[in-house]
């Protein structure tokens, strides 16, 4: 058996585990949010934001001192995406080195390496213009959790409106924040490719084991509010409605 097979075989099926268990995490944060740390996270966010906009005047700094911490941190990775992007490029068009020693098994031609190269630079690209939105958001957010929309107007309704779009804003911006973060995660098998198919997709399983943890929350208790309709029960999301 040609040692190309490798690459047709086990890299497929390692991207299409990482793809399908991408796909089911965003089935159960849609599904069942409370269950998911993302969906507790995003839970959290919108009870923080009415929270901080309850009393502007007590709160604003606070806020926007957090808000400004999550733009350093989104900066710093942002940065971390498009120094490592531009380390990828000069590799690519360095060929002054032999690639082909680090590889055991597999495809050892320079057109499977420009693909290699070119896959993982995509995903640190990638990751850089998700964690700049996430630095839009945020920054939007700082501004708008500061209005005094109590002293705007007395509708109950319009005060409710108000704080839920600030904190879909930032929890946008966290969205964005975490797609940034799976990009990075991605380009780690990626990068073990270039040393060949079976540590690709070795990792892959690996980064899926550890991500199940990351993602899936196993505490009890969190306040779920359950809707049952022909035996079929549904999480729903405590905050959302007013």
Known sequence: MEKKVLDYVLVPSGLLVMVSYHIWLLYRIFKHPNNTVIGINAINRRFWVQAMMEDVSKNGVLAVQ???????????????AIMLSSLIVVLMTS????????????????????????????????AFLFIVQSIRYYSHASILINVPFNKMSLDHDYQNLTSEYVAKTVNRGSYFWSLGLRA????????????GPIPMFLSCFVLVFMLYFLDVSFELGWPIAVSADDDHHEDVEVGRET
């Not at 400004?68 to 710093?76: D, G, K, Q, V, Y």
């Not at 690639?99 to 190269?117: C, N, T």
């Not at 990075?184 to 040393?195: G, M, V």
């Open 66 to 80: 957090t808000l400004r911490n999550n733009i350093m941190a989104s900066t710093l990775l942002a940065s971390t």
């Open 184 to 195: 990075f995660y991605f380009s780690l098998p990626l990068f073990l490719w270039i040393f």
């Open 95 to 126: 060929g002054s080195w032999d690639k082909s020693a680090f590889i055991l098994f597999g495809d050892r031609s320079e057109l499977g390496f420009s693909i290699k190269f070119f896959l993982i630079l995509v995903c640190f690209l990638v």
